[in-house]
C-alpha cells in the first residue's frame, strides 16, 4: 500500500465497506448494477452508504451502459457492478464496447470465494480470463489488503492516456475479511498529459490553412485533450 494520504487513525472494515469507502473518496454518487450472491456483502455495504446512490438495471448489460452514458457525460470514470457467471458475462457486451469507443469505467464483479476457484463451482466462470481481451486492464483480488491500490490504480488507469474500462474481480470471502487501516492511498487520478511543442502547433495550422480542401479526421481524444 502506498504511503501517502490523510488517514491518521485505525479504522476497521470489511472488505466491501471498504470498497464502497474507496468509491467515495473518488468522488462516485451513483453506480449501476444488479445484485447477486457473491456481490450481496457489497450491496450490504453500499446500502449504508448516504452518498453513492444505486441504479437498479433490469439487466447487467444495461448496468455497463448506463455507466458508460454516466462516464461520456462527466468525463470522468463511472462504475458498474454484477455477480459472478453470469451476471459478469451479461457485462461482456457493454465493457467491450466502452473499450473500443474508449470510455472510462470500472466494472466490479463479485466472484466465487477464492478456495473455490477453479473448482466449476456454482455461478463460477473465468471473468479474469474473459476481460482480458476487452479491458483495458483487469485484476482478481486475491485480499484484502491489496483493494486500496486496486481501487485507486484502477481508477488511474481508466482515465490517463487512452480512456478504457478496467475490470476488479473480487471472491466473496476477500468482501467479508477484516482488517484494518491507517493509511489510504491516494485516490486515482487522470496522468499527467503530455507536453506538446508551440512550434509542431503552429506548423500544423499552416499546413492546414494552405491545403487547398482540408479534411480533418479527428477522433474522441480531441474532447479529452
Not at 444488479?34 to 449504508?48: E, F, H, K, R
Not at 459478469?88 to 470510455?103: C, K, M, P, Q
Request: proline content about 7%; overall charge negative; hydrophobic content about 40%.
Amino acid at each position: 500500500m502506498a504511503s501517502s494520504g490523510t488517514t491518521s487513525t485505525k479504522t476497521r472494515f470489511t472488505g466491501a465497506q471498504l470498497i464502497v469507502h474507496l468509491l467515495e473518496r473518488q468522488g462516485i454518487t451513483t453506480v449501476a448494477g444488479i445484485p447477486g450472491g457473491t456481490v450481496l456483502p457489497l450491496y450490504d455495504a453500499l446500502s449504508q452508504s448516504t452518498q453513492i446512490r444505486h441504479v437498479l438495471a433490469r439487466h447487467e448489460q444495461g448496468a455497463g451502459f448506463i455507466a458508460q452514458g454516466m462516464a461520456r457525460t462527466q468525463g470522468k470514470p463511472a462504475v458498474c457492478m454484477a455477480c459472478s457467471g453470469p451476471g459478469a458475462t451479461n457485462l461482456v457486451t457493454a465493457i467491450a464496447d466502452a473499450r473500443l469507443d474508449s470510455i472510462p469505467l470500472i466494472c466490479i464483479t463479485g466472484q466465487v470465494p477464492s478456495s473455490m476457484i477453479g473448482t466449476d463451482a456454482f455461478q463460477e466462470v473465468d471473468t479474469y480470463g474473459i476481460s482480458i481481451p476487452i479491458t483495458k486492464h483487469n485484476y482478481l483480488v486475491r485480499d484484502i489488503s491489496e483493494l486500496p491500490q486496486v481501487i485507486s490504480d484502477a481508477f488511474r488507469i481508466a482515465q490517463s492516456g487512452r480512456p478504457g474500462p478496467v475490470w476488479i474481480d473480487i471472491p466473496k470471502d476477500v468482501q467479508t475479511a477484516e482488517i484494518e487501516i491507517d493509511v489510504l492511498p491516494e485516490p486515482g487520478d487522470r496522468a499527467p498529459a503530455p507536453e506538446f511543442s508551440a512550434e509542431s502547433v503552429r506548423d500544423a495550422a499552416a499546413m492546414i490553412n494552405a491545403a487547398k480542401r482540408p479534411v480533418l479526421y479527428l477522433g474522441g481524444g480531441t474532447i479529452n485533450a
